[in-house]
């Protein structure tokens, strides 16, 4: 009903005319004091076939509305897939959008190269500053001393931030390699937080773990990163305390800690890409990367991610593990 009375807006003016030109007549024949039938009668007669062709324009209106709606559902826009024009106005409205189109196709496509140069670009440096961090890491092996301690945990970090780097440049390359199966989750948690080892003794805080006994379907590579940022950001704003790593009913894995928490109106943005909320201001190297990474792979993979928290006493990071809609490969 809402698109017949659009329509009906839409040709106002020539109903009106209609109207116009029968009160026209009815004056006309009135005034030389002719029968008002004389009148009606060839009007009434004039309705029908009018009807007809509104109706009939109705139809066809609806018909191409249908089509311009399915055109909208296209990520692809094209110029051949609009209707052919019927009036000067319409076909000067397509030719304002072939324009259109054909430049955001050059905007488009241009834009797809100069991410494509710098993905490639960051891909490369990525992979040339491995070389560098892994000689340092040799050379810092040789020797057990405070200071090499020291520089053995800023280059864990280090190896982090390029880590995080060459994850967002996969998630958006399109060519991801998930591989889906079924794993333990022990071993993927077991191996994560044995990379954070020499964290917990400097920070002096206690792991709280016990074994979790279950299998998963996921990727283990990309959860393996996912866990390791959760327990990253864990160690990072827990001062003192403990972290725990826990399985919750329905295979939820959760990542407590006892740390300086969360403000209320930070966290419902906390997964936003970018966002650092009023702990992330305190920590000026804070990126808002790490949790926005680990909910697009948890959403690609499936799984769920939540976060509670209570400022002065903690957080809690729950990952959802149970029945992702994937197939084991």
């Known amino acids: 009903m809402k698109l017949f009375a659009d329509y009906l807006r839409q040709k106002w003016r020539l109903l009106a005319a209609g109207a116009v030109f029968l009160f026209i007549f009815l004056v006309s024949f009135l005034l030389y004091h002719l029968p008002v039938k004389a009148v009606l009668y060839p009007a009434a007669l004039c309705v029908l076939p009018g009807l007809l062709f509104l109706f009939s324009g109705f139809f066809h209106t609806r018909k191409k509305h249908a089509l311009l709606q399915n055109v909208r559902s296209y990520t692809d826009v094209s110029a051949s897939l609009f209707p052919p024009p019927e009036g000067i106005e ?26 494509s140069d710098l993905t490639d670009y960051y891909t490369v440096w990525v992979h040339q500053i491995k070389t560098p961090i892994a000689s340092m890491r040799l050379h810092l092996q040789n020797e057990d001393s405070f200071l090499s301690r020291n520089l053995s945990a800023d280059l864990f ?64 590579k990309w959860l393996s990163f996912v866990i390791g940022q959760l327990v990253s950001n ?28 969360i403000a209320p109106e930070d966290l419902p943005r906390i997964f936003e890409n970018g966002y650092t909320g009023y702990n992330g201001r305190l920590d000026k190297k804070a990126t808002g990367l790490g949790l926005y990474l680990c909910k697009r792979i948890c959403t690609n993979l499936g799984h769920t991610i939540t976060a509670e928290s209570v400022p002065d006493e903690g957080t809690a990071i729950t990952i959802g593990l149970e029945h992702p809609k994937l197939e084991v490969e």
């Open 234 to 261: 864990a160690l990072k704003y827990t001062p003192s305390g403990s972290i725990t790593i826990t399985l919750l009913p329905d295979k939820k894995l959760c990542i407590r800690d006892t740390g300086i928490g």
């Open 90 to 115: 319409e076909k000067d409205y397509q030719q304002i959008l072939y324009r259109i189109c054909e430049e955001y196709g050059r905007y488009r496509t241009d834009t797809n190269l100069r991410r």
């Open 157 to 220: 970090r280090i190896e982090q931030y390029v880590e995080m780097v060459l994850t967002f440049l996969r998630l958006d390359s399109g060519s991801t390699d998930y591989v889906i199966q079924e794993y333990n989750l022990d071993s993927i948690v077991r191996e994560t937080i044995k990379k954070f080892a020499g964290e917990f003794i400097c920070r002096k805080l206690n792991l709280v773990y016990e074994p979790l006994r279950v299998m998963v379907l996921t990727d283990e």
